[in-house]
C-alpha cells in the first residue's frame, strides 16, 4: 500500500509521465473510506488508471492546479466531506474558526463553494480537459435549489462551475463508465447516458420530464415546491424518471436516472481496496487532521436510509435503498483496526448513515423501487416493512468477539422508532449491555407531535415508549444507563407555542442541553424547501416558519433556559405566548421574576454571586440528568 501522488515529485517516484486524472478535494488527503476522495481515487487505481491527488490546494490563481501538469483524461472535483458552505458558516451565518478537515484544524484552507471555485480554476488551467465534478456538494445542488447564505435561488452547479458532467450520489459506478468512455476517445459533451450523472443540452430527449425551470422556480414559489416534488418522487433507482430544466434559449440540464446501489459483494470490494487507513504524513508537522479522529476506528457497514427526515439530505445523495457489507468484511477490517499499534481496544462505530438498518425496507422496493407518496416509518412503520436485527446483532457479536476488542460502540445513530417496531427485544438488551456506555443519545429531535409531522419524525408517544423499553433493558441486565436526547429549534412548523412546550420538556428531564441545534435550511431537503416558500411541497399545505433571527434566538434560549445570559429572550417568548405562569419560584417555573431575585440576593457579595452563576450555567447534562433519573427510580 501507498498514498497516491500529491506532487510531482511522487509522480516521477511511481515512474508516471503524466496523470490519468486530477482529483481536487477541499479537504485535507485522508486515505480512508470514510472520505469519498479516497473511495474513488482507490476505485480508479483498481481499473488501471493513474490518479493524482490536488488536495486543498491553493485556490486564489490556477498555478496549484498545474501541479501535475495536464491530466490526460479528466479533472474530477468535489468540495470534500462536507458541504463548504456548512463547513465554513455556522447556522447564524458566522464564519467558524476552525476546520475539522484540514491540517490542525486550522480554518481558511477551504473556499466558499468550493466546487464551483475549483472547477473555474481547472478551466483557467487547461481549457481542453473535462471537468467532473461530484461529492455532496455538488449532488445537492445539481438543480435550481435555494441557497440559504445568499438566501435567493441559485442555478445548477452545473451551470456555475462550468463542469462537463456532475456525478450525483455514490459515484463508484459512474466514474468507471465515465472513464472508459473518455478513455475510449469519446468526448465529455457527448457522454449522456450514464445513470447517476447530469449533463448539459441543447434540446432533451422526449423520454425526459420537464421540471420547471429555473426562471420559474426563481420567481415562483409554488413553482418551486413542484420542482421539488419532481425531483423528490424521481429520486429512485427502478421507478425514477429522467428529468430536465431549462436555463436558457438553448440550455438544458439533464438528470439521468439514479444508479443502482451497490450490492454486498460490490460494497466489500470498495470497502476493501488498499487503503492506508491514515491521512497523509505531511500534515503530521502541522497537526494531523482532527475528523480523522473520530473515524479511524470506525468501520462502515451500510449505505442509504429509509428513514425520511425531512431535514436530512441523505436520502437525496445517498438513496432510500439500503445495502450492507457482509459480517465476514466488516469482521476482517476489524480484525485489522486491532492490529494497529495505537489500538485501545475500541472500536468506536459500526454503523452507518442509520446504524441498525441493514437491509431493504421490504421486498415490494426491490421489484418496484421505493413508494413515491408513502414512508417507511412515518407517521408509523408500514405494514410491509422488514423489521429484524439479527443479521446486525451477528456482525456485532463478531466484532466484539475479537481478540484485542474491549467494547464496540455504536455512535453513527440508532433508529429507536425502528427498534421499538422490533417484537423482538434482543437487539435492545444487547445494545443496552455491550454498546452503551453510560448515556445512549438518541435523536427524537421534538416533543410537539405537530413539529414532527413536518419533520417526518414519528409521534412524541413512540420515544416515550422506547424510553421505557430502554429502562426495562438496563434493568434486566443491571445497569444505570441513560438515554440523552437531541433537539432542534427554530424547524419549520415550530411556532414560540411549540418551543415553550419543548422547554418544558427539557425541565421536567431535569438537564439542559449543552448545544442547541437550530434547524440548518441546507440545499436539496424537504425541510429548506417549507423553509424557502412556506408550503409543504408534497401537500401544498402552509407552513409557519421561524425566520426572524431574533425569534430563532428565543427558541434557543428556551431550551437552555438556566443559562442566566438567556433571562431576557426567555421572558419575551413566555410574554409572545401567554405563558407568564412560567415566571415565578415554584418548580414549574422557567425563570425568576427580577426584582424578587436582586432582593434574595441582597447580603451576598459580588463574588458569591459569580460564582452561583457559574454553578448553574457549567452544571452538566449528564450530572443533572442522572440525578432526575435516581429521583425517578425512587419513585418507582
Same mark, same amino acid.
Given at each position: 500500500m501507498a498514498f497516491l501522488p500529491i506532487s510531482k515529485q511522487d509522480m516521477k517516484d511511481r515512474g508516471w509521465e503524466q496523470a490519468d486524472f486530477v482529483l481536487v478535494t477541499g479537504d485535507a488527503y485522508v486515505d480512508h473510506h470514510s472520505f469519498g476522495t479516497a473511495i474513488i481515487s482507490r476505485v480508479l487505481e483498481s481499473c488501471g488508471y493513474r490518479v493524482a491527488i490536488l488536495a486543498q490546494p491553493d485556490y486564489k490563481s490556477c498555478e496549484d492546479f498545474k501541479r501535475f501538469g495536464r491530466p490526460r483524461l479528466a479533472y474530477l472535483i468535489n468540495s470534500g466531506n462536507v458541504d463548504s458552505m456548512v463547513n465554513n458558516f455556522s447556522v447564524f *451565518?458566522? &464564519?467558524r474558526k476552525t476546520d475539522i478537515y484540514a491540517p490542525g484544524g486550522r480554518a481558511g484552507k477551504r473556499p466558499d463553494r468550493a466546487v464551483i471555485v475549483y472547477s473555474n480554476r481547472a478551466r483557467e488551467a487547461y481549457k481542453d480537459v473535462p471537468v467532473v465534478i461530484g461529492g455532496l456538494e455538488a449532488s445537492? &445542488? &445539481?438543480? =435550481?435549489?435555494y441557497d440559504y447564505w445568499e438566501d435567493r435561488v441559485r442555478r445548477s452547479i452545473l451551470m @456555475? /462551475? %462550468?463542469? @462537463?458532467?456532475? !456525478?450525483?450520489g455514490m459515484g463508484e459506478r459512474a466514474i468507471i463508465e465515465i472513464a472508459e468512455a473518455l478513455d475510449s476517445g469519446?468526448? =465529455?459533451k457527448d457522454i449522456c447516458w450514464i445513470k447517476g450523472t447530469c449533463f448539459k443540452t441543447a434540446e432533451p430527449d422526449d423520454d425526459v420530464d420537464i421540471i420547471p425551470s429555473f426562471e420559474e422556480v426563481r420567481d415562483d414559489k409554488k413553482a418551486y415546491c413542484k420542482s421539488f416534488a419532481m425531483q423528490y418522487r424521481n429520486n429512485d433507482c427502478i421507478s425514477g424518471r429522467r428529468l430536465a430544466q431549462k436555463y436558457d434559449s438553448n440550455t438544458y440540464v439533464v438528470q439521468n436516472m439514479p444508479q443502482m446501489p451497490l450490492e454486498r459483494e460490490e460494497l466489500d470490494h470498495v470497502y476493501e481496496l488498499p487503503y492506508e487507513g491514515e491521512y497523509h504524513p505531511v500534515y503530521e508537522r502541522q497537526g494531523g487532521i482532527p475528523g480523522f479522529n473520530e473515524v479511524k476506528f470506525s468501520i462502515v457497514s451500510c449505505r442509504g436510509c429509509f428513514g425520511g427526515c425531512a431535514f436530512c439530505a441523505l436520502t437525496y445523495h445517498q438513496g432510500r435503498e439500503v445495502r450492507s457489507r457482509s459480517a465476514e468484511s466488516i469482521v476482517n477490517e476489524a480484525r485489522g483496526l486491532t492490529e494497529k499499534k495505537d489500538f485501545k481496544g475500541y472500536i468506536h462505530d459500526v454503523g452507518g448513515p442509520t446504524a441498525n438498518f441493514r437491509h431493504? /425496507?421490504?421486498s415490494k422496493q426491490l421489484e418496484r423501487g421505493m413508494c413515491k407518496n408513502r414512508d417507511c416509518l412515518y407517521p408509523k412503520p408500514c405494514r410491509e416493512l422488514y423489521v429484524d436485527h439479527s443479521d446486525y446483532l451477528d456482525v456485532l457479536k463478531q466484532v466484539r468477539a475479537l481478540? *484485542?476488542? *474491549? *467494547?464496540?460502540? !455504536? %455512535?453513527s445513530g440508532i433508529r429507536f422508532d425502528y427498534m421499538v417496531a422490533d417484537p423482538d427485544k434482543t437487539f435492545l438488551n444487547e445494545l443496552v449491555k455491550y454498546h452503551v456506555s453510560g448515556q445512549l443519545r438518541v435523536a427524537p429531535e421534538h416533543v410537539s407531535d405537530e413539529v414532527l409531522k413536518y419533520m417526518g419524525k414519528p409521534k412524541h408517544a413512540v420515544y416515550e415508549g422506547f424510553l421505557k423499553e430502554y429502562e426495562k433493558a438496563n434493568a434486566r441486565t443491571g445497569k444505570q444507563q441513560y438515554a440523552v436526547p437531541y433537539f432542534m429549534s427554530s424547524h419549520p412548523g415550530c411556532t414560540m407555542k411549540e418551543a415553550v412546550k419543548l422547554a418544558e420538556y427539557v425541565r421536567d428531564l431535569g438537564f439542559t442541553p449543552e448545544q442547541v441545534q437550530d434547524f440548518y435550511p441546507t440545499p436539496s431537503t424537504l425541510s429548506t424547501c417549507m423553509y424557502y416558500t412556506g408550503i409543504h411541497p408534497l401537500t401544498g399545505e402552509k407552513v409557519y416558519v421561524p425566520k426572524n433571527p431574533h425569534e430563532k434566538a428565543i427558541q434557543r434560549a428556551l431550551m437552555q433556559y438556566k443559562n442566566p445570559e438567556n433571562r431576557e429572550l426567555i421572558l419575551e417568548g413566555l410574554k409572545m405566548t401567554g405563558r407568564m405562569d412560567l415566571v415565578g419560584f415554584g418548580p414549574k417555573c422557567l425563570i425568576h421574576p427580577r426584582e424578587l431575585r436582586r432582593k434574595n440576593s441582597k447580603g451576598k457579595n459580588p463574588e458569591s454571586r459569580s460564582t452561583d452563576r457559574r454553578n448553574l450555567k457549567t452544571q452538566t447534562r449528564s450530572s443533572a440528568h442522572e440525578k432526575y433519573q435516581k429521583k425517578k427510580n425512587k419513585k418507582r
Open positions: *451565518k458566522h &464564519r445537492l &445542488r &445539481r438543480f =435550481a435549489h @456555475d /462551475s %462550468r463542469a @462537463d458532467l456532475l !456525478i450525483y469519446i468526448e =465529455a431493504p /425496507s421490504c481478540p *484485542k476488542v *474491549k *467494547k464496540v460502540f !455504536i %455512535r
